[in-house]
C-alpha cells in the first residue's frame, strides 16, 4: 500500500520552479505596463529646441531624432517607440540607469499631499464622522 500511494517528492522541485518563473514573468509584465503608462502619462515630449541641443542620436536604435522623443525625468530624450520597447525589458533610463518607476512615484508623491491633504481636510470637515467603537468608519 506504500508503494501505491507515496508522494513523487522528484515533481516538486520542478513545479516549484515553474511557479517561480511564472510569478517573475507577471511582475516583469505588471512593471513594464506601469512604465508605459508612466512614460505616457508624465514624461513630456521633447521640443525641437530639446532635440537641438542634444547629441541628436537616439543611444536605443542609434538613428537620428527629428520628431516623437520623449524627455525622462533624468531630462535623457529617446524615441518614442523605442523607448517603449526599452522599458518592456527594463525599468530603468538606458544612459544613466535611473530607475524610472522610483523617479515617478517620487515626483508624483511630492506634488500630491498637498492636494490630498487639502481635499481630505474639507471632506473630513464637511461630513460628520461616524465611527463605531472599533474605530472604524
Known sequence: MVKLYTLPLF????M????RNFKKAFQDIVMSRRAIRNMNMFYPDATSEELAAADNVCII???EMIAASKKLPCNHIFHTVCLRSWFQRQQTCPTCRLNILRSAVSSVDSRQPNQVRGDVSTSQ?????????????
Open 11 to 14: 515533481a516538486l522541485r520542478p
Open 125 to 137: 470637515s464637511n461630513q460628520p464622522s461616524t465611527m463605531n467603537s472599533e474605530g472604524i468608519l
Open 16 to 19: 516549484y520552479f515553474t511557479m
Open 61 to 63: 536604435c542609434r538613428e
